[in-house]
């Protein structure tokens, strides 16, 4: 797609994934916030519409692998790729991330005393997401999952356990919100996950760990909140 005044941050992703890292590059949040036009959230940011435009074009026209069509998936596929790459990254990662933030904070605190802050916010990231996964792969996706199967098949939708898939995706929305905007501090903390002169290789190694689970993060949200509840909504309304 072009993009236009009329477009979306989130649609702009949606068509073409490669965008993501233009976005993410300016600090534009294109998942939470992705339901924003394009010129309010260049505004928002301080970033100019014609440099930034400039640099989606180039990044749409990069030579590398095309990224996935998430667009065209149907939900089931969604859901599989969610779980099987996202969920588990962020198991794997998270332990790690806890371990050197910790340690960070404890070496370099006493120069670099943001670094509590960050060590906290991302235990508490951690946290969060872990419990925010069991109910999306225990309510919330099966739910979407069985309703998918049913329109399918052609068959009535399945009884919901939550009056309207509406009350769960909400409350999945916020938790989104929740971690972004600790990540995006945790990203001002760290001015941008620049390593200080004085940073040894381990601290550098934190910011970058850091640096890709936000990023992950972000598409991941993306999927779910411009994607997979949109398409769960529209089999609700059904």
């Given at each position: ?6 477009s979306t941050i989130?649609e ?6 490669r965008t ?52 065209s998936w ?21 332990p ?13 605190g006493g ?9 906290a ?7 969060e997401m872990?419990t925010?996964m069991l ?15 049913a ?17 769960p ?6 938790e ?14 760290t ?35 411009n ?8 089999l609700?309304?059904?």
């Amino acid at each position: 797609m072009n993009t236009t005044l009329d477009s979306t941050i989130g649609e702009i992703v949606a068509a073409d994934f490669r965008t993501a890292a233009v976005f993410h590059r300016h600090g534009i949040d294109f998942c939470c916030r992705g339901g924003r036009l394009f010129p309010a959230a260049c505004q928002e940011q301080g970033v100019d519409p014609e440099r930034l435009l400039a640099e989606l074009d180039e990044a749409r026209r990069s030579d590398g692998p095309a990224p996935p069509d998430f667009a065209s998936w149907d939900e089931l596929t969604l859901i599989d790729y969610i779980v099987s790459h996202h969920h588990e990254y962020v198991r794997a990662i998270t332990p790690t991330l806890i371990a050197h933030t910790e340690k960070v904070a404890r070496v370099h605190g006493g120069t670099h005393p943001e670094l509590g802050e960050v060590s906290a916010l991302m235990a508490g990231v951690a946290r969060e997401m872990a419990t925010h996964m069991l109910k999306e792969e225990h309510i919330l996706f099966p739910h979407i999952h069985a309703m998918a199967q049913a329109a399918q098949q052609g068959c009535p939708p399945p009884p919901s356990p939550f009056g309207t898939v509406e009350n769960p995706i909400r409350m999945m929305e916020t938790e989104h919100e929740s971690a972004g905007e600790a990540m995006a501090r945790i990203r001002e903390l760290t001015g941008g996950f620049v390593p200080p002169s004085d940073a040894c290789a381990t601290y550098r190694v934190c910011l970058q760990e850091l640096d890709a689970f936000e990023q992950d993060l972000h598409q991941h949200v993306h999927l779910e909140n411009n994607l997979l509840f949109p398409k769960a909504r529209r089999l609700d309304a059904r």
